[in-house]
């Protein structure tokens, strides 16, 4: 978790320090300008405040890596600027406002997301520790008058990770938000949202970042120098920042092309998919989140082919061309679609225990029992 300043004025942080978000991991906030997509929610964003119609709860939805984090931040900055007109989404980057929200030290802006060791996003978070219930936690500091006198800001990242005793505790929150403030949850589906959610907030879905942004991303963060290679890697990433940076790895580049063609075969090469894939995985080293990451990323490559499936079996050629731009991944389709029995039923069905193994290991699942049960289910879903 991270906390704009203590949870009171003048006092020490009182939260565990395996829920601080610490300094490293801080999410760097650039300035509007350098903002590259997401236009069209900034410029929804500006009319609401030009015509006084704000809303209190927001949910971003989108793929990761799309810059909703981000997004968010700005929103932030620019709504507790004080150098700035309060109605519009500007702001100085002068005053200590600005300076406070970028080093993340803001006393009316609270960061909350999920511990890496948890499941889900602890209750201590939202309402406090048991024997200080509803006097910490966000839903106290977001009712609490704002130090600078403009808003509270709450952001929670990871809301796919809310479970139904947390929703619960949002729930006066999201129904009674305490006057001059805004509650930006973060995820990446409707569909992953409780019902609890969903119905409290306005929804605005973050499309992928176009192929071009994407690769001066790419180029701007240092991870890859040529633009030539920017542009490649962009055009195979489905938009998305994390999935770019995963694929900059040539063994992960080169293992999403032996995924892809195994996907494609008839019946499904269990034991060679296990295998290799745990190799991969291991090859991240000892430190679980890395491996994690890992695993995540071929799930979600999985999940790519079986979508791509569903898209190319059921659209003629000319809008297969912009529904699933990756070349390669075309190839590999066509292929299986030409060779196999593989339908659209059959893909959806792998397509959704793709969804499901993202989920296990953010869920911390045993990797080498998710890995097996997993492609089992695939190759199933596949023939069945």
């Given at each position: 978790?991270?906390?704009?300043r203590s949870?009171?004025?003048?006092?020490?942080?009182r939260?565990?320090t395996?829920?601080?978000?610490?300094a490293?991991?801080?999410v760097?906030?650039?300035?509007?300008?350098?903002?590259?997509?997401?236009?069209?929610?900034?410029h929804w964003?500006?009319?609401?405040?030009?015509?006084?119609?704000?809303?209190?709860?927001?949910l971003?939805?989108?793929?990761?890596?799309?810059?909703?984090?981000t997004?968010?931040?700005?929103?932030?900055?620019?709504?507790?600027?004080?150098?700035?007109?309060?109605?519009?989404?500007e702001?100085c980057?002068?005053?200590?406002?600005?300076?406070?929200?970028?080093a993340?030290t803001?006393?009316?802006?609270?960061?909350?997301?999920k511990?890496?060791?948890?499941?889900?996003?602890?209750?201590?978070?939202?309402i406090?520790?048991?024997?200080?219930?509803?006097r910490?936690?966000?839903c106290?500091?977001l009712s609490?008058?704002?130090?600078?006198g403009?808003?509270?800001i709450a952001?929670?990242d990871?809301?796919?990770?809310?479970?139904?005793?947390?929703?619960?505790?949002?729930?006066?929150?999201?129904?009674?938000?305490?006057p001059?403030?805004?509650?930006?949850?973060?995820?990446?589906s409707?569909?992953?949202?409780?019902?609890?959610?969903?119905?409290?907030?306005?929804?605005?879905?973050?499309?992928?970042?176009?192929?071009?942004?994407?690769a001066t991303?790419?180029v701007?963060?240092g991870?890859?120098?040529?633009?030539?290679?920017?542009?490649m890697?962009?055009?195979?990433?489905?938009?998305?920042?994390?999935?770019?940076?995963g694929?900059?790895?040539?063994?992960?580049?080169?293992?999403r092309?032996?995924?892809?063609?195994?996907?494609?075969?008839?019946?499904?090469?269990?034991?060679q998919?296990t295998?290799?894939?745990?190799?991969i995985?291991n090859?991240?080293?000892?430190?679980?989140?890395?491996?994690?990451?890992r695993l995540?990323?071929i799930?979600?490559?999985?999940a790519e082919?079986f979508?791509?499936?569903?898209l190319l079996?059921?659209t003629?050629?000319?809008?297969?061309?912009?529904l699933?731009?990756?070349?390669?991944?075309?190839?590999?389709v066509?292929?299986?679609?030409a060779q196999t029995?593989l339908?659209?039923?059959?893909?959806?069905?792998?397509?959704?225990?793709c969804l499901a193994?993202?989920?296990?290991?953010d869920?911390?699942?045993?990797?080498?029992?998710l890995?097996?049960?997993?492609?089992?289910?695939?190759a199933h879903?596949?023939?069945?």
């Amino acid at each position: 978790m991270r906390f704009g300043r203590s949870v009171r004025s003048g006092q020490e942080n009182r939260w565990p320090t395996n829920f601080l978000l610490h300094a490293h991991n801080a999410v760097q906030v650039m300035n509007w300008e350098e903002l590259l997509g997401h236009q069209r929610q900034r410029h929804w964003f500006q009319r609401a405040l030009d015509n006084g119609r704000l809303a209190n709860s927001f949910l971003f939805v989108g793929s990761e890596g799309i810059g909703k984090r981000t997004f968010a931040r700005l929103i932030a900055k620019s709504l507790l600027c004080r150098g700035s007109a309060a109605d519009t989404l500007e702001f100085c980057d002068r005053c200590e406002d600005c300076a406070q929200v970028e080093a993340s030290t803001h006393p009316d802006l609270i960061e909350v997301s999920k511990p890496e060791e948890k499941s889900f996003l602890p209750l201590e978070l939202l309402i406090g520790e048991a024997t200080n219930r509803n006097r910490e936690g966000l839903c106290h500091e977001l009712s609490l008058k704002p130090h600078g006198g403009r808003r509270k800001i709450a952001i929670v990242d990871d809301a796919d990770y809310l479970n139904a005793e947390g929703a619960n505790c949002l729930l006066k929150t999201l129904e009674e938000p305490p006057p001059r403030s805004l509650l930006m949850l973060i995820g990446t589906s409707v569909q992953r949202q409780l019902p609890t959610i969903r119905s409290r907030c306005q929804i605005l879905l973050f499309q992928p970042l176009a192929a071009a942004d994407l690769a001066t991303l790419l180029v701007q963060q240092g991870i890859v120098e040529a633009i030539d290679e920017a542009h490649m890697l962009a055009s195979m990433s489905s938009g998305s920042l994390e999935i770019a940076r995963g694929l900059a790895d040539p063994a992960l580049h080169q293992f999403r092309s032996q995924l892809w063609n195994a996907l494609g075969r008839s019946p499904l090469p269990i034991v060679q998919l296990t295998r290799r894939c745990e190799e991969i995985v291991n090859e991240a080293g000892k430190e679980a989140r890395p491996r994690r990451d890992r695993l995540k990323l071929i799930a979600q490559m999985a999940a790519e082919f079986f979508r791509a499936v569903i898209l190319l079996d059921t659209t003629n050629s000319a809008a297969a061309e912009s529904l699933v731009a990756n070349a390669q991944l075309r190839q590999s389709v066509r292929q299986a679609l030409a060779q196999t029995n593989l339908s659209r039923e059959r893909a959806l069905a792998a397509w959704q225990r793709c969804l499901a193994a993202i989920e296990q290991v953010d869920r911390n699942a045993n990797q080498s029992t998710l890995i097996e049960s997993w492609f089992c289910d695939m190759a199933h879903a596949c023939q069945s």
